[in-house]
């Protein structure tokens, strides 16, 4: 299993930006995917982006325009960027990982062996 570490999460208001990044214990180049997910309270978590390799992006409806997914393989990080955050968006934010692709499977919670303990993101209105 990848250890996974995120940060960067806060609180912000209404229209703020925050970057979140998930430190990997290895090479996020030999990791097939790579997703941030989120969970509100009493909610089920839910996938908001993610990678598989470099290229093959993927976003929730709710994440297109305001979201970007991107990572660092020198430095094994991964990272979204969160722009026009809405109070909707408050939440605790998940990096996952697998060896494997995702595919059309990346919104699963389970097609991740490997999670973090998450960052809390708290937008006000």
């Known amino acids: 299993q990848v250890q996974l570490v995120e940060s960067g999460g806060g609180s912000v208001q209404a229209g703020g930006s925050l970057r979140l990044s998930c430190a990997a214990s290895?090479?996020?180049?030999?990791?097939?995917?790579m997703a941030w997910f989120r969970q509100g309270p009493g909610e089920e978590r839910e996938a908001v982006a993610s990678?598989?390799?470099?290229?093959?992006?993927r976003y929730a409806s709710f994440a297109k325009g305001r979201f970007t997914i991107s990572k660092d393989n020198v430095k094994k990080i991964l990272y979204l960027e969160m722009n026009s955050l809405k109070p909707e968006d408050t939440a605790m934010y998940y990096c996952?990982?697998?060896?494997?692709?995702?595919?059309?499977?990346?919104?699963?919670?389970?097609?991740?062996?490997?999670w973090g303990q998450g960052t809390q993101v708290t937008v006000s209105s």
């Open positions: 996952a990982a697998d060896h494997a692709f995702c595919g059309s499977q990346w919104r699963l919670v389970t097609s991740y062996t490997s």
């Open positions: 290895e090479s996020t180049f030999g990791l097939g995917c």
């Open positions: 990678m598989d390799g470099d290229t093959e992006l």
